[in-house]
T-cell receptor, first 112, second 111 residues
Framework: DTGVSQNPRHKITKRGQNVTFRCDPI?????LYWYRQTLGQGPEFLTY????????KSRLLSDRFSAERPKGSFSTLEIQRTEQGDSAMYLC??????????FGPGTRLTVL | AQKVTQAQTEISVVEKEDVTLDCVYE???????LFWYKQPPSGELVFLIR??????QNEISGRYSWNFQKSTSSFNFTITASQVVDSAVYFC????????FGTGTRLTIIP
């Protein structure tokens, strides 16, 4: 399968714990995006990488959130001191061209 | 700021009926792209179509068709002869370089 992959697919954690998600983009895609989707809403943009550089961060990305893309390959999204409001689907997308994003299956986070 | 409005929260139709999903967008950009995605219960976003702002031709792909009208800032999606497998949440999205999504329309096809 050469699509975007995300791990884990599901994560249940207790409030206050740290969690980390991984996204593996399509090979050779230099652009990588993170989105968050809460129940009943459309996905909302969180952050964008071009190669290893994080070029844009949404105001939705509080100080408890950090994203990295070492060496411009896979990316990780970490949430520290999780809160119940962080419960959502976290979607990763990658692209080679602008305006052509391919989405992964998402990681569903539940914070108890 | 960019904005996408999908006023229809939920639609239910009987199988084989035609159904149109509405999308209205706002942008100050002269160059932009519009998208439709399907999200089945599994959660993955499935790309359906991309249209750039300079191409106002309607498009048909099998049972799916799209009507782009720049004058009314609308990009509507019609499913002809609906099937149960069409049941999903459908999102319209607008892009400069990041995607701005609408809130989605939940479509239920009743057998």
């Amino acid at each position: 399968d050469t699509g975007v992959s995300q791990n884990p697919r599901h994560k249940i954690t207790k409030r206050g714990q740290n969690v980390t998600f991984r996204c593996d983009p399509i090979s050779e895609h230099n652009r990588l995006y993170w989105y968050r989707q809460t129940l009943g809403q459309g996905p909302e943009f969180l952050t964008y990488f071009q190669n290893e550089a994080q070029l844009e961060k949404s105001r939705l990305l509080s100080d408890r959130f950090s994203a990295e893309r070492p060496k411009g390959s896979f990316s990780t999204l970490e949430i520290q001191r999780t809160e119940q409001g962080d419960s959502a689907m976290y979607l990763c997308a990658s692209s080679f061209k602008v305006n052509e994003q391919f989405f992964g299956p998402g990681t569903r986070l539940t914070v108890l | 700021a960019q904005k996408v409005t999908q006023a229809q929260t939920e639609i239910s139709v009987v199988e084989k009926e035609d159904v149109t999903l509405d999308c209205v967008y706002e942008t100050r950009d002269t160059t932009y792209y519009l998208f439709w995605y399907k999200q089945p219960p599994s959660g993955e976003l499935v790309f359906l179509i991309r249209r750039n702002s300079f191409d106002e031709q309607n498009e048909i792909s099998g049972r799916y068709s799209w009507n782009f009208q720049k004058s009314t800032s609308s990009f509507n999606f019609t499913i002809t002869a609906s099937q149960v497998v069409d049941s999903a949440v459908y999102f319209c999205a607008l892009s400069e370089w990041k995607l701005t999504f609408g809130t989605g329309t939940r479509l239920t096809i009743i057998p």
